[in-house]
């Protein structure tokens, strides 16, 4: 297709700001940036820019506002919600930040560590490890997934349980505003109570409010001791009487507590390799422990097995291996961070990222299998759950066969959707815990939101951008 004169004034303002090379025109070379994670949505656009410091993402920031054309920030491009990429038929830009991936600054004393957006989440971890830190974020996609999208899905992950998600690691923040003005506060302050919490506005925006282009990210102490088991469960009420009692026995050190089904840990054997179930027992439930402590005399090992012997003896737990080297703990949790790519092998999820108080989750996860199962009697429901958050991944899986032989799948997805939601909603819980909402709920959020956050939420995307030219399409 040939560039209208317009695209070519465009394309041409954009090159001189970044380089001729590092704007991507070609469909090959825009291929991996136009398409979801899961192969769910694919979008067009002009160009794929990819700027090299803050001053070219202004720049290029400026010249799409007085281009009029929209702008999609992309990190990883891992988004779960089609968050990502851009509108199908939209002739906007993509901003990738993949070449801003520097560690800026590492003030140890202070616990922080500033860097580029476009770093990768592994890179971040290995410069932390470097001064003998560590940045307590962890998901199957950190290899890739980068600080600007992390924090800009306000992503969890497994540590959340202990550390909080993104918003609670994040301590200050760099952005380029959709008028091209950069809004700076990467001091890092403790304590700064000088007005409005800006920098939290921008923290799960979803790129809608601008582009990060760094931040000031918290560091902790090193685990100088650990402890991992996978727990085989009595049924699925003993996931939340278990994590209680983890927590009443080891307080701060339960780093982290993740519940699978059967069907799920079976997935994962079956299409990742290198993975071997750790125990002979198959229960229908497993629950997945980490505990930790900067303490490198602490027993945990020892401590956590005196445990769960003692649940053993109780009943709640039918067996348990607990790791006896660092290596054994990697591969319980290789099994753990592998389910979405067996799951994206294996066949169409139609996943749901709900959540309720944690007491809650079982009620949940029945009262969603029943509806889900009253429409699709054989469906095939798998269960990921960051438990302790009470957050859970409701998976409703169709084998790449079954999914083909749907006349009409699009009718299916908003089917099992509203059954699962309607669920979550009557149990006071959300529709999106930790992926955010993208493209993928809009929909749901326009329609379940509440009227007055919503009404706040525009207001704001109104002050700040007020040509919504940023992320189109998603979120609001
Ligand atoms: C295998 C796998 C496992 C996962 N596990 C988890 C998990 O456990 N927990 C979890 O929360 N998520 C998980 N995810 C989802 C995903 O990795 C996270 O949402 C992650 O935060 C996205 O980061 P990214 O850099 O890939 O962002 P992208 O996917 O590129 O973008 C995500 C959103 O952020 C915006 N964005 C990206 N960069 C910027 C920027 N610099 N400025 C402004 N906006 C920006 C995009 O416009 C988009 O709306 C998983 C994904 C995969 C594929």
């Known amino acids: 297709m040939t560039a209208s004169l ?58 799409a506002a007085e281009c009029g054309r929209s702008l999609v920030p992309q990190g990883g491009n891992t988004s779960l919600c089609q968050g990502s990429v851009p509108p199908e038929g939209g002739n906007g830009i993509v901003l990738a930040l993949r070449r801003m991936a ?76 959709p008028n091209g003005r950069v809004f700076s506060d990467l001091r890092a302050l403790r304590k700064d109570n000088t007005g409005y919490d800006l920098r939290n506005l921008f923290v799960g925006a979803e790129g809608t409010l601008g582009v990060v282009t760094g931040a000031a990210i918290r560091m902790h ?18 996931a939340v009487t278990i994590l209680t009692g983890l927590q009443d026995r080891f307080d701060t050190a339960v780093q982290a507590a993740e519940l699978l089904s059967r069907n799920q840990v079976e997935l994962v054997l079956r299409h990742i390799p290198r993975t071997r ?81 944690p007491s809650l989750v079982p009620r949940m996860i029945e009262a969603c299998s029943e509806g889900v199962r009253a429409a699709h009697p054989g469906a095939n429901i798998l269960i990921v759950s960051h438990v302790g958050d009470g957050n859970v991944h409701f998976i409703v899986h169709f084998t790449h066969a079954e999914w083909d032989a749907f006349a009409d799948p699009k009718a299916v997805t908003a089917q099992v959707m ?9 149990l006071n819980g959300t529709f999106s ?5 993208g493209r993928k709920l809009k929909g749901e959020l326009a329609q379940r939101g509440d ?14 951008d007020p040509g919504q030219r940023m992320n189109p399409g998603t979120v609001l």
């Not at 509203?418 to 009557?426: F, G, Q």
């Not at 919503?454 to 002050?463: D, K, S, T, W």
Request: glycine content about 10%.
């Open 277 to 357: 179930h750790p125990l002979e027992t198959r229960s229908d439930w497993s629950l997945l422990v980490e505990l930790g402590s900067s303490d490198a005399a602490a027993d945990l090992q020892g401590q956590l097995e005196e445990w769960l012997a003692e649940r053993f003896e109780d009943g709640a737990v039918l067996d348990a291996f607990v790791a006896q080297s660092e290596a054994q703990g990697g591969d319980i949790w290789h099994i753990r961070h592998s389910v979405s790519e067996a799951n994206k092998i294996h066949g169409h999820s139609l996943s749901h990222d709900v959540a309720v108080r």
């Open 102 to 177: 520097g560690i800026r600054e590492i003030d140890k004393p202070s616990g922080v560590m500033i860097v580029d957006a476009g770093a990768a989440l592994a890179a971040v971890h290995a410069a932390a490890e470097g001064v003998g830190r560590r940045v307590p974020i962890n998901l199957g996609s950190e290899g890739t997934a980068q600080i600007g999208g992390l924090l800009s899905t306000n992503a969890g992950g497994t540590s959340a349980l202990r550390y909080g998600p993104m918003r609670e690691l994040v301590c200050g923040i760099e952005v380029v505003l």
């Open 418 to 426: 509203r059954i699962v939601h309607d669920e979550v909603e009557a």
């Open 221 to 238: 102490p090193m685990l100088r001791a650990s402890a991992h088991a996978w727990v085989a469960l009595a049924d699925l009420d003993a």
């Open 433 to 437: 815990a930790e992926h955010g909402i």
């Open 6 to 63: 317009a695209d070519d004034d465009v394309l041409a303002r954009l090159r001189g700001i970044v380089g001729a090379r590092n704007v991507l025109t070609e469909e090959a070379d825009m291929a991996p940036y136009l398409e979801d994670w899961r192969g769910y949505s694919r979008g067009t656009a002009l160009a794929v820019v990819l700027p090299g410091d803050t001053s070219e993402v202004a720049g290029v920031v400026k010249a």
């Open 451 to 464: 009227p007055v956050r919503l009404e706040l939420m525009r207001a704001i995307r109104g002050v700040i």
